[in-house]
T-cell receptor, first 112, second 113 residues
Framework: GQQLNQSPQSMFIQEGEDVSMNCTSS?????WLWYKQDPGEGPVLLIA?????ELTSNGRLTAQFGITRKDSFLNISASIPSDVGIYFC????????????FGTGTLLAVQP | DAGITQSPRYKITETGRQVTLMCHQT?????MFWYRQDLGHGLRLIYY???????DKGEVPDGYVVSRSKTENFPLTLESATRSQTSVYFC????????????FGDGTRLSIL
């Protein structure tokens, strides 16, 4: 099945550094979403983007819906240890089914 | 605010057995979804439901059965479990409007021996 191309696969950074990750696809989407998954838990929604070019922030997190509607990025500023986890992008074609496709995830490790 | 709950959290069973994973949501969301999460594959959609009594196949439906007699419940049944179905299973729900984000439960870790 189709998946989104998410990069990087993993990142190991020092506390206080900024982080950037992105997702790309050959398809056009109506919605881009970013989720975070902590060990032993389900993915939790961080940011939802509904319009090409949209830039949205949630605290230290900022995400953008690419102008071409084929990509999105997530930035985390001034990382802290609790940012550790797996970050997933997800995208929705729109229409009646509301189905998502997911990226393969970015594992983030933050050293205090 | 219970949200979306899955049970059991952990399950060990043997090949050939039937096992049912439960999912319950308190938001009255129209859509519900079942995913499996495996290393190297990310989250893959098994089945989804747009409303009570309406279900449809996702990307990897073989070996699974679902039902949705009530809006709040969406059980997933493995009729004859196989080792390849060892995985972490997540249930999700979303509101009825298109493009609404999905909200996930905490998952069921299923091991089939």
């Amino acid at each position: 099945g189709q998946q989104l191309n998410q990069s990087p696969q993993s990142m190991f950074i020092q506390e206080g550094e900024d982080v950037s990750m992105n997702c790309t696809s050959s398809s056009i989407f109506n919605t881009w979403l970013w989720y975070k998954q902590d060990p032993g838990e389900g993915p939790v929604l961080l940011i939802a983007l509904y319009k090409a070019g949209e830039l949205t922030s949630n605290g230290r997190l900022t995400a953008q819906f690419g102008i071409t509607r084929k990509d999105s990025f997530l930035n985390i500023s001034a990382s802290i240890p609790s940012d550790v986890g797996i970050y997933f992008c997800a995208a929705n074609y729109g229409g009646a089914t509301n189905k998502l496709i997911f990226g393969t995830g970015t594992l983030l490790a933050v050293q205090p | 605010d219970a949200g979306i709950t899955q049970s059991p959290r952990y399950k060990i069973t043997e090949t050939g057995r039937q096992v049912t994973l439960m999912c319950h949501q308190t938001w009255s969301h129209s859509y519900m979804f079942w995913y499996r999460q495996d290393l190297g594959h990310g989250l893959r959609l098994i089945y989804y439901s747009a409303a009570a009594d309406i279900t449809d196949k996702g990307e990897v439906p073989d070996g699974y059965v679902v039902s949705r007699s009530k809006t709040e419940n969406f059980p997933l049944t493995l009729e004859s479990a196989t080792r390849s179905q060892t995985s972490v299973y997540f249930c999700a729900s979303s509101e009825g409007n298109s493009n609404q984000p999905q909200h996930f439960g905490d998952g069921t870790r299923l091991s089939i021996l």
